[in-house]
C-alpha cells in the first residue's frame, strides 16, 4: 500500500536549546539519523531486525554492520564524545557478529544533548520551506544535512538497489519525512510507502546517483 507523507510547517519543528555551529551539525546529524535508522527509540533500543529483543540501555547502539558501527566511531571522535566499540556473537541458526556502541555512564548526557540538539536542529533546516537562494549558506547547509541524513540512513539500514529503484527501510516516521525531503532537496523524488510495519523510503534509479552523490556514497 502506498502511502504520502505530509511534511509538517517549519513553524511547528521543535528548535534546540542550544544551537550546533555549522562545523559539528552536519556530524551530529548524521550520527542521529544513524541512530534512528537502526532503533525504535531515539536513544538507542531494540534493532529494527530484532524488535522482540530487549531494549537497550539509552546510549548503546547495536549493529549487525560493522561499517555503521565503525562510521558511528568516526563521528563520536569527530564530536569528541568517549564511546566502546564491543563485538559478540548473535543468532541462533545463522549466527553473526553483533558490533554495540556505547557511551560511557558520565558522558550520556552530552552525547544525549548533542545528537538530541542536532536532530532537532537539523530536522527543521531540512523540512525548512522558507526561501533561500541557491547560493545562500542556509540552502548549502540544507544540502549537507539532506546529505548526511542519506549517508547515515544507508549505513545503518541498508540500501535495496533493485533495477529500478534505491530504497531504504526504517521505522520512524519523522526520520522518513526528512528522507524524502531530502532527496527533493539532493535533486531526487522519493516516494514512501508502508510494508510490514516499515516505510519504504525509494528513489526511482535514474536519479539515485542524485542521493548517493549528496551522501558521498559512491555506486
Known sequence: MRSTLELPPADTACEPVVRLDRSRLADAFELACLVRATSLTPDGGVRVGHPRRPATPAGTVEFSAEHAARRMGQLMRALELPYAHETAEAGLRRRYLLHRVSVP???????????????????????????????????????????????????????????????????????????????????????????????????????????????????
Open 105 to 219: 555512564g558520565e558522558h550520556r548526557a552530552a552525547y544525549l544533548e548533542i545528537s538530541g540538539g542536532a536532530w532537532r536542529q537539523g530536522r527543521a533546516s531540512v523540512l525548512s520551506t522558507a526561501p533561500v537562494g541557491g547560493s545562500a549558506p542556509a540552502h548549502a547547509e540544507r544540502l549537507r544535512l539532506a546529505g548526511s541524513a542519506w549517508r547515515g540512513v544507508l549505513l545503518a539500514a541498508g540500501r535495496h538497489m533493485r533495477k529500478h529503484i534505491l530504497g531504504v527501510r526504517v521505522i520512524d516516521q519523522d526520520l522518513a519525512a526528512i528522507l524524502v525531503r531530502g532527496a527533493h532537496l539532493l535533486g531526487a523524488q522519493a516516494a514512501l510507502s508502508r510494508q510490514a510495519g516499515s516505510l519504504l523510503v525509494s528513489v526511482p534509479a535514474p536519479s539515485a546517483h542524485r542521493v548517493l552523490h549528496g551522501a558521498g556514497i559512491l555506486h
